[in-house]
């Protein structure tokens, strides 16, 4: 039986937000103009995952036309835009999309970088069974706290062109209200004002 954790929490959109606000000024005191244009790349990349726009990570400026994502944990693979937009689109249709994040340690070289942190992720519907938990009353859900650590390799122009991910094995679930817990739309809704900062401020060291 999964672990189960009573003691969490829930995230709110306010938490989400300042989540991403904290890498925003970690990212801004990079002295690397190179490593700055690689990370705010990844941050604009995380909130449009999050935000459930995924087709924006596929514009030219963001993504190359054929990325690789490899992920360890199911041995699942993802070559070009089809099939990276499929396993977005499987994210978003689910829910799973919406994942606060924290403890986040990152290194940024010419590359690309490296981040190790601990995601939550919603869980509901179907992917309880899966798990084997628990069920819960209607709406309710779970979030899953798994660490996790990502390795994105870049272009020499800081354009992203894959995704490496590797999830720990132990995981541990809480079980949220539906009144308390994150939605899609709200998480789109939260994050539409950063998205758009992050975009000019990704286009401007790209430009600049």
Not at 11 to 37: F, G, K, N, Q, V
Not at 89 to 112: C, F, P, Q, Y
Not at 114 to 121: A, I, K, R, T
Not at 167 to 183: D, G, N, Q, R, W
Request: net charge negative.
């Amino acid at each position: 039986m999964p672990r189960i954790d009573t003691d969490f929490r829930p995230h709110t959109y306010d938490d989400l937000c300042a989540s991403y606000e904290r890498r925003r000024a970690l990212i801004s005191s990079m002295a690397d103009p190179r490593h700055r244009r690689i990370a705010r790349n990844y941050l604009l990349h995380s909130m449009l995952e999050v935000a459930g726009r995924y087709e924006e990570i596929l514009a030219p400026e963001l993504s190359i036309p054929e990325p690789v994502y490899v992920f360890h944990h199911n041995e699942l693979e993802c070559h070009g835009h089809d099939q990276v937009r499929s396993f977005y689109k499987s994210l978003t249709d689910t829910g799973a999309n919406v994942i606060v994040t924290t403890g986040h340690r990152m290194a940024v070289a010419d590359w690309g970088f490296g981040l190790e942190q601990v995601s939550h992720f919603n869980r509901a519907g179907e992917a309880i069974g899966k798990l084997g938990l628990p069920p819960l009353p209607e709406g309710d859900i779970y979030v899953e706290h798994r660490q996790t650590m990502r390795i994105w390799p870049y272009t020499a122009d800081g354009i992203m062109a894959g995704e490496t991910l590797y999830y720990a094995h132990e995981a541990s679930y809480s079980p949220v209200p539906k009144a308390l817990a994150l939605t899609p739309e709200g998480a789109a809704r939260a994050l539409a004002p950063l998205i758009e900062v992050a975009r000019r401020e990704y286009l401007a060291e790209r430009l600049g």
